[in-house]
C-alpha cells in the first residue's frame, strides 16, 4: 500500500534572505522521494510570499522528504537542492 508523501521546502527569501519552511503533501500517484518531485514539475505551482518583506521571490535552498510514519518502512530520506521559486502566495 502506497502513502501520501510529505516533504518541507526550506525556502530563502531573495530580498530580506530570511529562511523559511514550507510543507507540502502529495497524492498517492504523486512522487515519492525529492528527485521525483523535481521531475514532476509541482515545484513550479508553489506559491511563495516572505512573512517579513512580502517579497515573492524565495530561492529554495533545500527539500526534506518525510513518509508518514505509519507507512515508512525506513528512515527519512533527504536532499538538498539550489532553484529559485517566484509567485505570490494567497492569504
Not at 515573492?56 to 533527504?78: F, H, K, R, W, Y
Request: negative net charge; glycine residues 8%.
Amino acid at each position: 500500500m502506497l502513502g501520501r508523501s510529505r516533504f518541507t521546502l526550506h525556502i530563502r527569501c531573495f530580498n530580506c534572505l530570511r529562511e523559511r519552511a514550507k510543507d507540502i503533501e502529495v497524492c498517492e500517484s504523486g512522487p515519492m522521494n525529492v528527485e521525483e518531485l523535481i521531475e514532476s514539475g509541482l515545484l513550479s505551482q508553489v506559491k511563495f510570499s516572505c512573512f517579513h518583506c512580502d517579497s515573492v521571490i524565495g530561492q529554495l535552498i533545500a527539500i526534506t522528504n518525510t513518509q508518514d510514519e505509519c507507512v515508512s518502512s525506513g528512515p527519512a530520506n533527504s536532499s538538498k537542492e539550489n532553484r529559485s521559486l517566484s509567485g505570490a502566495e494567497g492569504r
